[in-house]
């Protein structure tokens, strides 16, 4: 089988007062349909890692291919695009624009893509109901708890299909009790719908959870388990 | 707007009441003459000039007029004057001194009659009813002299109108100077005066070859185009300030704006928005915040402006200008929405230029920083 994505001797060195080795000489696969943890303690480089796969970094060294494309031959515009089709993001913080409505923020990714209004609302409302929030589509995300902004930010990651999700720390602002929730809804729109799923975490409930868990310490692979 | 407003109020009364009371908007002089105010030549042929003007369009009213300066004397005072001789019928089509009567009446066609100010009345110690002398140069060289009675007064407010200049009718002025059926300037008031070059182009055709030319207001008076110049010239650069600081108010605010909503472009570029989707988007916020401030300041304008032109605003300008013609202490204001218009579209290129930066900014950002920021 084919890699979704192949990481070829990353490196990440980040040149602020002093040289910083974030990623150091990486290589992994991600297969597609996996349900995939990176983890490491804080500072072990797995946010960085997860910000290169997702194209929003540069490696200063290696490369990253995807379905065997090297994405960092895209110009700036091709790496929007590739994000925009291809990738789906879940943070920490949730970030969600918070004057635009669960709905809106769910069906901004389908205004970029130039979807028509009534696939649009088809495809929107029908993310907000694999989350389990077709009810609260209308509410603003102040006035909706922690997990259900992160629900709708899974909602706004998939809402296009896309062939990856990348959640970086999904669960870190959430109790226990919620993060379960947010991990079942993950591993259940992975079985039922395909989408792969590769989480940076070192939350044990998302590792327990995960089928595939890569370790990485001061920016190296340390192991890789399934 | 209000300022734009006031200033262009000022300048079209200050033109109305020129051209109004004195100037015409256009005058017909002999060729040769060099102090338009003062015409020193008389026009050969004003018949002829008469006949030109009928074919021209655009003219509401005309006379035949000479201006020259002289004397007045009472039985116990006397003082230097400006003349006016004019044809009273005609002169009522084109003048507004008439409005300024305080008392008796406007002079009649053919009568020894004068209209004087007020002012010039108590320095004379004279009144309505009372018999003057008024002496100027004849055309011979001689001193010619007519004894006129007082029949009307005027009080126009302008110390110089209501010292100094005095209204005969032409053809007493005529046979004083001894220059019968003459004339040193035929004065022009047009329908719209907007349309002062073209109906001046169309004058001098109809002319054709008389030794004469076609003057306007604005060569006439051109003190007040050099005042109305440097009015405008004032107002563009309080505009360019005001501009500037709308610039920097926008370019301030949208900056403040960017740097609270870094994680937010940071998100619209990680999930797949182009650079310059975010530009446009910047920009049209701005647009928005610009025509919302338009909206905002239009009406606030609008609504002062509705008010002032009928209450009217008092302004000190009235008491400096009255001493060389007659104006109103009181503004009525206008609208002069070809100038509101452009300030509008100026106010508009401020608001997309001022948003350029940051704009440009935010889509430069990394998107991986973007998120990190706090």
């Known amino acids: ?226 | 707007m209000f300022g734009q407003s006031m200033v262009k109020t000022i300048q079209v009364q200050l033109i109305e009441k020129a051209t109004g009371v004195i100037t015409g908007h256009i005058q017909v002089q002999d060729r040769g003459v060099k102090d338009y105010k003062f015409p020193e030549k008389y026009v050969l042929d004003p018949a002829a000039v008469e006949r030109a003007i009928l074919k021209t369009p655009n003219v509401e009213a005309f006379e035949k007029r000479i201006q020259v300066t002289g004397m007045i004397s009472s039985e116990k005072e006397s003082s230097g004057v400006f003349i006016c001789g004019v044809e009273p019928e005609k002169d009522l089509r084109i003048t507004t001194m008439h409005s300024y009567l305080s008392a008796g009446r406007y002079v009649s066609d053919g009568a020894r009659e004068i209209f004087i100010g007020d002012d010039l009345a108590e320095q004379l110690h004279a009144g309505l009813g009372s018999e003057v002398v008024l002496l100027a140069t004849a055309s011979d060289g001689s001193l010619g002299a007519e004894k006129l009675r007082v029949t009307g007064l005027f009080h126009s407010g302008s110390e110089s109108f209501d010292a100094y200049i005095v209204y005969v009718p032409l053809s007493v002025l005529q046979g004083m100077l001894v220059v019968e059926g003459q004339a040193n300037n035929v004065v022009l008031r047009l329908k719209d005066p907007l349309r002062l070059e073209e109906t001046r182009a169309a004058l001098v055709e109809a002319l054709g070859k008389e030794p004469v030319k076609a003057v306007t207001w604005e060569e006439i008076d051109h003190e007040l185009v050099a005042v109305r110049d440097y009015q405008n010239k004032v107002l563009g650069i309080v505009l360019l300030v005001v501009f500037l600081i709308v610039a920097m108010g926008i370019l301030n605010t949208l900056l403040m704006s960017m740097f609270e909503r870094i994680r937010e472009f940071g998100l619209l570029k990680a999930i797949g928005a182009r650079p310059a989707r975010i530009v446009r988007l910047i920009l049209l916020e701005s647009c928005i915040l610009g025509a919302l401030g338009s909206l905002l300041g239009l009406s606030a304008g609008i609504a002062l402006i509705v008010y002032y032109r009928r209450a009217g605003l008092a302004l000190p300008i009235g008491e400096a200008v009255r001493y060389f013609m007659p104006f109103p202490a009181v503004l009525y204001m206008r609208f002069n929405w070809t100038t509101h218009l452009e300030a509008l579209a100026a106010v508009f290129v401020s608001c997309v230029l001022a948003a350029l930066p940051p704009a440009f900014r935010a889509a430069r950002l990394k998107a991986a920083d973007a998120l990190r920021h706090i």
């Not at chain 1, 490696?59 to 291919?65: D, V």
């Not at chain 1, 706004?156 to 959430?174: C, F, K, M, Q, Y």
């Not at chain 1, 799923?197 to 327990?208: A, K, T």
């Open chain 1, 1 to 226: 089988m084919q890699p979704l994505i192949e990481i070829q001797k990353v490196t990440k060195i980040y040149e602020a007062a002093a040289k910083v080795r974030a990623v150091c000489d990486f290589s992994a696969d991600i297969f597609p349909g996996e349900f995939a943890a990176i983890a490491g303690p804080s500072g072990s480089g797995k946010s960085t890692l997860l910000n290169l796969i997702g194209t929003l970094d540069t490696p200063t060294r290696g490369e990253i291919l995807f379905e065997g494309r090297r994405v960092s031959q895209l110009t700036e515009n091709q790496l929007a695009d590739f994000r925009l089709r291809s990738l789906g993001f879940v943070f920490q913080a949730f970030n969600l624009i918070p004057v635009l409505t669960a709905f809106e923020n769910v069906e901004y990714v389908l205004i970029l893509q130039g979807v028509p209004k009534a696939e649009r609302s088809a495809k929107t409302l029908e993310a907000l109901k694999w989350v389990g929030l077709d009810k609260l589509a209308d509410r603003r995300p102040d006035l909706l708890s922690g997990g259900q902004q992160q629900r709708v930010a899974v909602a706004r990651s998939i809402v296009h299909r896309p062939l990856l999700v990348l959640a970086d720390e999904p669960t870190a602002n959430l109790d226990s009790k919620t993060s379960a929730e947010l991990m079942d809804l993950m591993a259940d729109l992975n079985e039922k719908h395909g989408i792969t799923f590769l989480f940076s975490s070192h939350d044990p409930l998302v590792l327990s959870r995960a089928k595939r868990v890569i370790y990485i310490r001061d920016g190296m692979l340390q192991a890789n388990e399934s």
